[in-house]
């Protein structure tokens, strides 16, 4: 059974869209399994550079079946946006299928996501405000709204009116001056439900299908491990499932189909939002590197954070997914760097720690222990096997697969599919053949 999962292995935005891209060309199904437009997937191929939001970055493979899974937040206006911008660019999008299970996000949904924000004040989570978590919140409370509901106007009806006085009613107990308007969403709803009509459908048997006759499967995270609801830096998180475990979940998989787990790891790190983050470098490298990589987020535009590569969480994250092994990506940003410092420990009240610790306060006050090693200072970007490589960046791969524990078979050193080096099991299953 061909099931191969991607995830992230920090905090997101480690080059997910590139890596789905790369596999997608051999890929028979691509599901996108959780999460919201809350999250963006930037793939640079022969028709351009696109930023995927909700459309599985398979897209591009005419012959692919991408799927909207049902553990997706769906916002029916974002998607139209992207599916209209897509074909406008000659992308075909007939090969899409919608869960009819996926959870709608709803406009209140999205102005309840900022007045959360607001009333936590110096607690903030830094949300991107796109309404995800009110989405997933309403979800577990069994009072959302599925894509299906759209199929039935009267019961959508009822039930979007049920929602919008429960959360007016919170609006004003609040003092929020706010109110929500239900036939301004009923008139846009209709209008949502008639666009995409064609593309709803109930997933299951086709996605139980595809299993059943060892399909290759694509299942494309999209968000990153240290943000898993469970697992991640809590409560600086996203609000639903994002390892292995949770993709099997989102999208309808037995986790016995999984033959190949992949991690996506930056050769650096990055984070959007608050909490956490030992690595950050708050100095001109951290500046340099994020001018330098264009680190500024493909959803919300925000400044990404950025630091040396943490192997104290990357080596968490790998464990708790069971990833057979990496793809790391963007190696070509340090090409510049004379010396390169890689986390191998952490030291929190004067104990040093080789996992990070639960608490975001004591994960706060942990100081990275970096091991130095010789920058390469050549340009990467052109370089197609592995043993072309310098010594140096040969070094510094090595040593993160040591302190990761897994390989690295898909190894980026530019954003073009064609700047990509694979090695081992995955050798035959990237795109160009090396």
Known sequence: MPVTAVVGGHWGDEGKGK???????KSDVVIRAQGGDNAGHTVVNPLGEFALHLVPAGIFNPDAICIIAPGVALNPSALIQELDALEQRGVSTRGLLISDRAHLVMPYHLLMDRVEEEQRGADAVGTTGRGIGPTYGDKVARIGLR???LRDPEMFRRRVTAAVEQKNALLRSLGRPEQISVTEIIADCVSYAERLQPYICDVAPITAGAVERDAAILLEGAHATLLDLDHGTYPFVTTSACTVAGLCQGAGIPPRAISHAIGVYKAYTTRVGTGP?????MDATGDYIREHAHEFGTTTGRARRCGWFD????????RLNGFDSMALTRLDILDEMTTIDICVAYEVDGVQQQYPPSDPGQLARCRPIYEELPGWRTSLCSIADFV????EAVRFVGRVEEIVGIPAEIIGVGPERSQTISRGELRN??????
Not at 19 to 25: E, G, K, M, N, Y
Not at 429 to 434: A, D, M, T, Y
């Open 311 to 318: 192997g104290v969480v990357s080596r968490y994250t790998a």
């Open 388 to 391: 072309e490589l310098p010594p």
């Open 277 to 281: 983050m030992p690595t950050e470098l």
């Open 147 to 149: 894509v299906g509901d």
């Open 429 to 434: 299953q990237i795109w160009p053949p090396r």
């Open 19 to 25: 890596v789905i891209d790369l596999l997608a060309s």
